[in-house]
């Protein structure tokens, strides 16, 4: 009995089609392999000491350019505007970057952008006009987003399912702590040499640094990921709009996701410094409290990364975005209560615990959702999603309350509960992409 059973199953292997059994023995071959080779540190100082360095120039810059364009005259408004140009240059770019990584692969996608950074910052320098100012910083906002988008392909490109969580939220961190440490950097020269050009020339040579780590350090993307793909077929590079067309579904869910999540972050970030000042919180404390929200916000991402990988994406997606939003609502409620303060640290304190869980949510689910094989369109249409949304809901207006409500409320009162729809509607379409990733990730890519 048992002998013909196994002749019956060895049979029915061999009817199957040669194709397909092959296909589906180099899928598991390649994913054995990707597990058992992969160590951390094939990545950590490849792919995420670029991207800190690269980062540092950038935090460093950001905070100088209202003061540059005040040195050549420029209003406050058009100072402001001049700043934003750094966002529009990120929004312009976000799209066309996956078509640039995909056609061009990460590493030289990345040298291209230190070159195009590079080219702002001298431009930036040497601007005559306001004008010329602009453009310099939008070239900056640019090559920021393709060197961004190039690092977020190329870690989900050879980084295993079962790790990419931990290694995203990592990456996020890297994000942070450059940008973090770049406006202390600027600073300390600045009170060295008296002015703001020897900025400039601080991030020409990170620049370089970052160009040689990328030229003398071992290439993630040829070390393992021709290692993880080997046996299976390459396939040519497709269109960014026929990519974003041909997953406008997935892209719908997750970009509304990727939307409301980054509205209510940067909303956060835009808030509390506001709503400190409605309560009479001096300077100082505020600087404090914010900071040590900062530093908790930061210490998290690792444990944010370590629970997506242990008990999946909606651990650290709903729970974060549904404290986030009860949060808002007790720092509108509490207004007017005895001691505000205190309930504005323990606010201040429980959104950065929150926030700090949910770190890489957005580029971890982006990047189950891309696959592992040019990864690079899907991902920088996800990316101008969060980009749009990280200015969005800052930016709306607060509702309005009528004119017989009692007792008065602070100016900011009116914002907090309107940020917390966007958080729960956050978490919703978190579940959605949930469902799109087992649904929809190609056979093979992860």
Same mark, same amino acid.
């Given at each position: 009995?048992?002998?013909?059973?196994?002749?019956?199953?060895? !049979?029915?292997?061999?009817?199957?089609? !040669?194709?397909?059994?092959? @296909?589906?023995?180099?899928?598991?071959?390649?994913?054995?392999?990707?597990?058992?080779? &992969?160590?951390?540190?094939?990545?950590?100082?490849?792919?995420?000491? =670029?991207?800190?360095?690269?980062?540092?120039? +950038?935090?460093?810059?950001?905070?100088?350019? =209202?003061?540059?364009?005040?040195?050549?005259?420029?209003?406050?408004?058009?100072?402001?505007?001049?700043?934003?140009?750094?966002?529009?240059?990120?929004?312009?770019?976000?799209?066309?970057?996956?078509?640039?990584?995909?056609?061009?692969?990460? @590493?030289?996608?990345?040298?291209?952008?230190?070159?195009?950074?590079?080219?702002?910052?001298?431009?930036?320098? &040497?601007?005559?006009?306001?004008?010329?100012?602009?453009?310099?910083?939008?070239?900056?906002?640019? $090559?920021?987003?393709?060197?961004?988008?190039?690092?977020? #392909?190329?870690?989900?490109?050879?980084?295993? !399912?079962?790790?990419?969580?931990?290694?995203?939220?990592?990456?996020?961190?890297?994000?942070?702590?450059?940008?973090?440490?770049? =406006?202390?950097?600027?600073? #300390?020269?600045?009170?060295?040499?008296?002015?703001?050009?020897?900025?400039?020339?601080?991030?020409? *040579?990170?620049?370089?640094?970052?160009?040689? #780590?990328? *030229?003398?350090?071992?290439?993630?993307?040829?070390?393992?990921?021709?290692?993880?793909? +080997?046996?299976?077929?390459?396939?040519?590079?497709?269109?960014?709009?026929?990519?974003?067309?041909?997953? @406008?579904?997935?892209?719908?869910?997750?970009?509304?996701?990727?939307?409301?999540?980054?509205?209510?972050?940067?909303? @956060?970030?835009?808030?509390?410094?506001?709503?400190?000042?409605?309560?009479?919180?001096?300077?100082?404390?505020?600087?404090?409290?914010?900071?040590?929200?900062?530093?908790?916000?930061?210490?998290?991402?690792?444990?944010?990364?370590?629970?997506?990988?242990? &008990?999946?994406?909606?651990?650290?997606?709903?729970?974060?975005?549904?404290?986030?939003?009860?949060?808002?609502?007790?720092?509108?409620?509490?207004? +007017?209560?005895?001691?505000?303060? $205190?309930?504005?640290?323990?606010?201040?304190?429980?959104?950065? &615990?929150?926030?700090?869980?949910?770190?890489?949510?957005?580029?971890?689910?982006?990047?189950?959702?891309?696959?592992?094989?040019?990864?690079?369109?899907?991902?920088?249409? /996800?990316?101008?999603?969060?980009?749009?949304?990280?200015?969005?809901?800052?930016?709306?207006?607060? =509702?309005?309350?009528?004119? #017989?409500?009692?007792?008065?409320?602070?100016?900011?009162? $009116?914002?907090?509960?309107?940020?917390?729809?966007? /958080?729960?509607?956050?978490?919703?379409?978190?579940?959605?992409?949930?469902? $799109?990733?087992?649904?929809?990730?190609?056979?093979?890519?992860?």
């Amino acid at each position: 009995m048992c002998i013909r059973d196994s002749a019956q199953r060895s !049979q029915r292997r061999s009817c199957l089609p !040669q194709p397909i059994a092959a @296909r589906g023995r180099s899928i598991d071959l390649a994913m054995s392999t990707r597990d058992d080779d &992969f160590r951390w540190r094939s990545i950590v100082v490849p792919a995420l000491l =670029p991207t800190l360095l690269f980062t540092s120039a +950038e935090g460093a810059i950001i905070p100088l350019i =209202p003061a540059l364009a005040d040195e050549i005259g420029a209003s406050l408004a058009v100072a402001g505007l001049v700043a934003a140009m750094m966002l529009v240059g990120q929004l312009i770019a976000d799209v066309p970057a996956g078509w640039i990584v995909s056609r061009l692969g990460e @590493r030289t996608s990345m040298l291209g952008a230190l070159v195009v950074g590079a080219a702002g910052l001298a431009l930036a320098a &040497f601007a005559p006009s306001a004008v010329v100012l602009g453009l310099a910083v939008g070239l900056i906002g640019m $090559a920021a987003a393709v060197f961004a988008l190039a690092r977020h #392909s190329l870690v989900t490109a050879v980084v295993p !399912q079962r790790f990419r969580a931990r290694a995203l939220s990592t990456l996020g961190g890297s994000y942070r702590l450059g940008l973090v440490v770049g =406006p202390f950097l600027s600073a #300390s020269i600045i009170t060295i040499t008296g002015g703001i050009s020897a900025v400039f020339w601080f991030c020409l *040579i990170m620049l370089v640094l970052v160009a040689a #780590s990328l *030229i003398l350090l071992p290439d993630p993307e040829g070390v393992l990921r021709v290692r993880d793909l +080997e046996g299976e077929p390459h396939a040519a590079p497709l269109d960014v709009f026929r990519t974003i067309h041909a997953r @406008r579904g997935v892209l719908a869910r997750l970009g509304s996701a990727g939307l409301t999540v980054s509205a209510v972050r940067a909303t @956060r970030q835009v808030l509390l410094p506001l709503w400190a000042v409605s309560i009479g919180v001096g300077d100082a404390r505020t600087a404090l409290i914010i900071g040590v929200a900062a530093v908790i916000d930061f210490l998290l991402f690792y444990p944010g990364g370590w629970l997506m990988d242990r &008990f999946g994406r909606l651990v650290t997606a709903v729970p974060p975005m549904l404290a986030m939003g009860l949060a808002f609502i007790v720092l509108a409620v509490t207004a +007017e209560a005895g001691d505000p303060v $205190a309930w504005f640290i323990g606010v201040t304190l429980a959104l950065a &615990f929150a926030n700090g869980l949910s770190a890489g949510l957005l580029m971890t689910m982006g990047s189950d959702l891309a696959g592992r094989r040019n990864p690079a369109p899907f991902l920088g249409a /996800c990316d101008s999603c969060s980009t749009a949304g990280a200015r969005g809901l800052p930016c709306s207006p607060p =509702p309005s309350r009528p004119p #017989s409500a009692s007792p008065p409320l602070p100016p900011c009162s $009116a914002s907090s509960p309107s940020s917390a729809p966007g /958080c729960w509607h956050g978490s919703s379409p978190a579940t959605w992409g949930r469902r $799109a990733t087992t649904r929809e990730a190609p056979l093979g890519q992860d």
